[in-house]
């Protein structure tokens, strides 16, 4: 054993350890910011001390209502100042928040309702008539409806139920929070967006999501006072956790219920916006936008992007708009994101292409993480050549808990004491991940493996295409090839020999698609394609 040292008396006590959540963020906000604006949503500018008396009158609210710690209460909400007022209201009272997807079907709401056995639900206007179908289809205990109407997107109660600004008058804006006794306490419960079978729920605590709001300023070089346009989707990894964060720094949540080019442009230009986060749908917004849209602005906007590989030519675009994006990636069960592409100063003298090559990486782990690297079937770590697949893997402080009530998923994805993400990457010799695919998404086509990934990097590209996507199409000589399903830019045209002549141009032949598809993709309300539906496109062709 070796020499001992006496410890007697330093034992953890209530003076020396407190179990970290980040509710202590909004606590600290409304002592030390009082006056600053936490949020502004159209003509509303509302303190933090405001901030939290509403906060506050939620979680009493809630309490009154029967709601007991570790019950669930569930929103179905856009990115209104109601939504940010949960993600600290909801765990105050003790409970579990439960942030459903908007876009989600009555079918789905329900099961979630069902498997999570929420409580309570807050659910805008607009969804009203989604959520009677998903209650109308549910098996147990269905939710006590609060409607949460929405003036300043015209958006009015119907009238059947009590609504959010009443029942938060029935609260106590005083009323003491109930924080966690321990940390490892579930904080929040985020349902993946299953594009098969039904979707996992995944259990977040509030130790994981505290060092995610510690973590993310670093990684994001952010110091006090930031301004965070709310693009992410508070029901997307709660907003990759930047609501919990922003109280921290003392910073400014601009709420964004639609997302469009006008609206951001307009959210810099007025409120001086500084960060935000998206998909690389959203930078495609951003670098399509009428030149009518395009509000002038004098600093550089920081921008986190992340749900798919950003294609380089899309990164080197937005560049050029006074925009610096990192990429960014992470998955539901890592509180959004765990790695980012640091930027090294050496790589400022090479061409602009090859910029836009590094910054398409997936790169290392953020702060709080304790390894993120890529490995073989056995566990072991592969070659760091840049060419080399295998799957990457993560462990650290911002992996869930695991999966409610699905023991035996937990146990799987967290085999041999990695969290296992299921998609394909290789790993540069300075240990830079890049994503090759999802392993459900890579093309087997006469035993070569192509990712699909690399053959829409070319197709982004073409400068006809603003978005692609390339999915597996049986065959009966090669089991599979390639086919691309294309969205043109406005007033451009091409067709499908031409796209093809492209993509040889600049790939080896049995990677280039066989088949060019001409239509809108359909996406997930975080911006994420379906590649789900196009398979079956793709098999019907």
Not at 6 to 18: F, I, W, Y
Not at 178 to 201: F, V
Not at 314 to 329: D, P, R, S
């Amino acid at each position: 054993m070796g020499w001992m040292r006496d410890e007697t008396g330093l034992e953890k006590c209530a003076a020396n350890h407190v179990p970290l959540t980040p509710l202590s963020h909004l606590a600290r906000a409304r002592r030390v910011y009082p006056d600053r604006t936490a949020l502004i949503y159209g003509d509303m500018a509302l303190s933090y001390a405001a901030y939290h008396a509403r906060v506050s009158r939620l979680a009493s609210a809630l309490t009154k209502a029967g709601v007991a710690p570790g019950d669930v209460v569930a929103t179905i909400l856009p990115n209104i100042p109601a939504q940010s007022e949960a993600s600290f209201g909801i765990p105050a009272c003790g409970a579990v928040l439960n942030t459903i997807n908007t876009r989600l079907d009555a079918d789905t709401i329900g099961y979630i309702f069902d498997h999570g056995e929420a409580k309570i639900a807050l659910v805008d206007s607009q969804f009203m008539p989604v959520v009677d179908d998903a209650i109308s289809r549910m098996e147990g205990q269905a939710p006590k409806i609060i409607e949460v109407p929405d003036p300043v997107a015209g958006i009015l109660a119907t009238g059947q139920h009590q609504t959010y600004e009443e029942f938060i008058s029935t609260g106590d804006p005083d009323a003491a929070w109930i924080m966690p006794t321990d940390e490892w306490e579930s904080l929040a419960l985020n349902y993946t967006s299953g594009t098969t079978g039904r979707p996992k729920g995944v259990v977040y605590h509030h130790r994981g999501a505290y060092l995610m709001t510690m973590g993310t300023p670093i990684s994001w070089r952010m110091t006090l006072f930031p301004t965070l346009l709310q693009i992410v989707p508070l029901f997307h990894c709660n907003g990759w956790n930047h609501t919990w964060m922003l109280p921290a720094l003392g910073g400014t949540a601009v709420c964004c219920r639609d997302i469009t080019a006008k609206a951001i442009y307009d959210a810099i230009a007025d409120h001086g916006v500084t960060h935000f986060g998206g998909a690389p749908i959203v930078l495609n917004l951003i670098v399509n936008a009428p030149e009518l849209e395009r509000r002038p602005f004098d600093h550089i906007v920081e921008v986190f992007t992340a749900g798919a590989p950003p294609a380089p030519a899309t990164l080197a675009a937005v560049g050029k708009l006074g925009f610096n994006v990192t990429q960014v990636y992470g998955l539901t069960e890592t509180y959004g994101h765990v790695t980012e592409c640091v930027w090294n100063a050496e790589w400022d003298a090479l061409p602009g292409d090859d910029q836009a090559a590094i910054k398409a990486r997936q790169g290392v782990a953020f702060p709080m993480m304790e390894d993120v690297t890529v490995v073989d079937d056995t566990m072991g770590q592969v070659k760091t050549d840049g060419s080399t697949q295998g799957e990457i893997v993560m462990r650290g402080n911002a992996v869930m808990k695991g999966y409610l009530k699905n023991p035996d998923a937990t146990a799987k994805a967290f085999a041999g004491g990695y969290f296992h993400s299921e998609d394909l990457a290789i790993q540069h010799p300075d240990g830079y991940i890049q994503i090759s695919d999802r392993l459900k998404d890579i093309i087997i086509s006469g035993g070569e493996n192509i990712s699909s990934v690399e053959v829409e990097s070319v197709l982004m590209s073409h400068p006809a295409v603003s978005l692609c996507a390339v999915v597996a199409k049986p065959d009966d000589k090669w089991g599979e090839v390639p086919c691309a399903f294309v969205e043109l830019k406005d007033g451009q045209t091409a067709d499908e020999a031409e796209v093809i002549a492209f993509t040889r141009s600049k790939l080896a032949g049995f990677k280039c698609p066989k088949h060019v598809v001409f239509q809108e993709l359909p996406k997930t309300s975080t911006g994420k394609i379906q590649k789900f539906e196009l398979r079956g496109v793709a098999k019907a062709l």
